[in-house]
């Protein structure tokens, strides 16, 4: 589910965290432009890990900048192809379900990835498993067991200034998306088992 990834970049320490410490003022630099950003082929970044190699901080001429060249390791989600993992039902609609983790929202489970006789029910709102005469319900916000089947990226392209009116916010997709699947015996809500 978690992987450290190597990352080489240059980190820019303004005279605002001079009064730090070299090694915070450097982590907070790569936590603010890493945490909680995807990046593609890689995954969601999470936090720094530690640093490998900085570099002497060069300063800026008029800027006061010091530019460090450092290496460094990050730990990133991205659970791999077969993964179990445990998740939250956040949503359901004839499109499919939509799992949440903690610090994850983009797991979708189409209705064709679910067990057989798994059928939607429109007043509920919810996905319903007829399994032996039983009524099984894909409730909101139940602790689902899911498996991980397939990642979606998505280039984040900045738009130009003449096209952010034209290209609203819903349209955007999200940078990385997992698809899941509950049709196997020990997915799906963990009540059930």
């Not at 450290?4 to 001079?18: A, M, R």
């Not at 900085?54 to 077969?82: C, D, M, Q, W, Y």
């Not at 067991?145 to 200034?161: G, I, K, L, M, Y």
């Not at 003449?162 to 990385?176: L, Q, V, W």
């Amino acid at each position: 589910m978690f992987i450290l990834t190597t990352i080489s970049d240059l980190v820019q320490i303004s005279p605002e965290d001079f009064n730090k410490p070299s090694v915070e003022a450097i982590e907070d630099n790569i936590n603010a432009k890493y945490a909680n950003k995807v990046i593609q082929k890689i995954g969601l970044c999470i936090c720094l890990y530690d640093i490998l190699k900085a570099s002497e901080g060069l300063i800026g001429h008029r800027t006061g900048i010091v530019n460090v060249n450092v290496e460094f390791r990050l730990i990133v989600f991205r659970p791999f192809k077969g993964e179990i993992l445990f998740g939250k039902i956040s949503s359901s609609s004839p499109a499919g379900i939509k799992i949440r983790l903690d610090f994850f929202d983009d797991i979708f489970v189409p209705p064709h990835l679910l067990f057989e006789e798994t059928q939607f029910d429109h007043a509920e709102q919810v996905f319903i498993w007829r399994n032996d005469g039983n009524e099984l319900f894909f409730d909101k916000n139940e602790t689902v067991r899911f498996r991980v089947e397939a990642e979606t990226w998505n280039d984040q392209s900045p738009t130009a200034p003449s096209e952010r009116d034209t290209t609203s916010a819903i349209g955007r997709k999200s940078p990385y998306t997992i698809e899941a699947s509950m049709s196997q015996g020990g997915l799906g809500p963990t009540l059930w088992w």
